[in-house]
DNA sequence: CGATAACCGGAGCGGTCGCTCCGCTTTGCT
DNA sequence: AGCAAAGCGGAGCGACCGCTCCGGTTATCG
């Protein structure tokens, strides 16, 4: 009801103050994550609850507005490992950058498995399978990413690398990276050993990230 | 003041609680991890709040006493690590182990890397600390584990597993193990590629654990 | 058996959180 | 200028959390 366009344009303090909102709620969110209080955001934007909620009508509503130039982000940085000429770079580079937005924007944390009642991130990763499956395709079919791995196989490396880069904060930022270096050693088809289990279905991670709002 | 030895043995009806609790806290926690409420708990054990809390000053106190098993079984695993002949195969088993104690308790989650204000848990570490030095020296001077691995990124294992069985929870239980397949892959020497970061200090390693309590 | 210290339960405190409700103010059209 | 509608701020609700406090109960010992 909020953020529909409205049949007349908002009132000029109106939308003053939504923009005030965006700015003080994007740059809480990036520095601090998703669990920055309401309150917080708008005693920082210096507007009441009030103001607040008729703009989002609740927090998560708030957030996925806030975070729809990261999903922009996101999505150019598969396209970019898409032009990369070769396939194991662009899948390596890929995880990397999107993980470097993760640590530049710590709401971005359970995005990539659909964590959050968030509309546009769920459209955005609706956008993004087919590519992210051709990249992997890709990758696999130069020899480069074991065969094993499957598109179903991606939330683990996000769940394990923001959980790192959530660890060690501010004392160790960059130990992400090592991390990520070690289970991109883990991929490559040449290290590869028959795994123990098989990956997920489509439903399960449907399922997960169902029960995790 | 309430765990030590009191110089009068318990009345009967206050050591009759006490196991109640000890046995209600150890399900739950185990089930639901950490952050089950104390008011379950003391529900669940058909006792009041003052009860609980005479004989566990707080609630860390309560989960380092409930978890002392769990932490001897863990240092069980790593001691059946190093009896094992093959120095790769007991690596890899050591995390098998102490990962599938973290699925059994998932109150478990963070004491490897020394999260939470619970001494006995400390304790532990401390004992195990140079056995898990063998462990890995071993492992490498056979040429197995890669050489640039160090004592300091085993928490990088542990906070990355630990995440993959939160968030699949009952949906993919044994998601797990192929997670820790895939990063075993990345831990054998043959797999080694130059890492981008140094691994963390102890210090670093030590200030995060102090930040997260 | 009666005294008393130890033990009991749970109401309630002070703190979070997301969110609602409503009396007052401002804006912008007429 | 006047006035209704839109917008405003923030007190406060209800649900959690860990934990404290205290009046009533009960086990244990002389």
């Not at 991606?154 to 394990?160: A, E, K, N, Q, R």
């Not at 270096?181 to 991929?187: E, M």
């Amino acid at each position: 009801m909020s953020t529909k366009t409205p049949s007349r344009p908002l009132r000029s303090d109106a939308s003053r103050n939504r923009e005030r909102i965006v700015a003080s709620a994007r740059r809480l969110f990036a520095a601090r994550g998703a669990d920055v209080s309401v309150d917080e955001i708008r005693r920082d934007a210096g507007v009441g609850m009030g103001t607040l909620y008729r703009h989002f009508s609740n927090k998560d509503e708030l957030l996925d507005a806030v975070l729809e130039d990261a999903y922009g982000e996101w999505a150019q940085a598969l396209r970019q490992a898409l032009a990369e000429p070769d396939a194991w770079v662009g899948f390596c580079e890929y995880l990397e950058r999107a993980l470097a937005l993760h640590v530049a924007n710590r709401a971005l944390k359970g995005v990539a498995a659909g964590e959050g009642a968030r509309p546009r991130a769920e459209a955005m990763r609706a956008r993004m399978r087919p590519l992210l499956r051709a990249l992997i395709d890709r990758a696999k079919a130069q020899g480069s990413l074991r065969d094993d791995f499957a598109l179903e196989d991606m939330p683990l490396v996000f769940w394990s690398c923001d959980r790192v880069i959530d660890a060690a904060g501010d004392v160790a930022p960059e130990i992400w990276r090592r991390h990520l270096g070690i289970l991109l050693d883990g991929l490559r088809a040449e290290a590869a050993t028959p795994l123990p289990v098989e990956p997920m279905t489509r439903a399960q991670v449907t399922r997960i990230a169902r029960a995790r709002r």
